[in-house]
C-alpha cells in the first residue's frame, strides 16, 4: 500500500504562483510513477504532469507545459507541482497519483491523495 498526502492548495491571483507537495509512504518507491491530476467541477479527471522516481523523467499535458514544473526528491519521498501564471481555468482539486508506469490516464495510477484545492480568483 502507498499513502499520499498532499499539501500547497489554496487561493492565488491570475498570474500568481503555487506550489504543491505530495509526500509518500508506506511503500512508496514500489510505484515508479508519480503524477498530479486534476478535477474542477463538473469536469472528469485530467492528467496534468508525471514524473519517475527512477530518473527523474518528466511528461506534461499541453495545458502544463511552459508553466508547470513537476520535480521529485527521492529521500524524503516528496513530489512537488510548481505552478506558475495561474489562470482562472486551473481553478481545480489537484490530487496526487501513483502508479506503476507513466501514463496519461486516471485509471492506471493505483493510488490517490485526498487533493488539495486551488483557486485562481481576483
Known amino acids: 500500500q502507498v499513502q499520499l498526502e498532499e499539501s500547497g492548495g489554496g487561493l492565488v491571483r491570475p498570474g500568481g504562483s503555487l506550489r504543491l507537495s505530495c509526500v509518500a509512504s508506506?511503500?512508496?518507491?514500489?510505484?515508479?510513477?508519480m503524477a498530479w491530476f486534476r478535477q474542477a467541477p463538473g469536469q472528469e479527471r485530467e492528467f496534468v504532469a508525471s514524473?519517475?522516481?527512477?530518473?527523474?523523467?518528466?511528461r506534461y499535458a499541453g495545458f502544463a507545459s511552459g508553466r508547470f514544473t513537476i520535480s521529485r526528491d527521492n529521500a524524503r519521498n516528496t513530489v512537488w507541482l510548481e505552478m506558475n501564471s495561474l489562470r482562472a481555468e486551473d481553478t481545480a482539486v489537484y490530487y496526487c497519483a501513483a502508479g506503476p508506469y507513466m501514463r496519461d490516464a486516471a485509471h492506471e495510477y493505483d493510488f490517490w491523495g485526498q487533493g488539495t484545492q486551488v483557486t485562481v480568483s481576483s
Open positions: 514524473i519517475r522516481w527512477i530518473g527523474g523523467r518528466t
Open positions: 508506506g511503500r512508496a518507491r514500489s510505484m515508479d510513477a
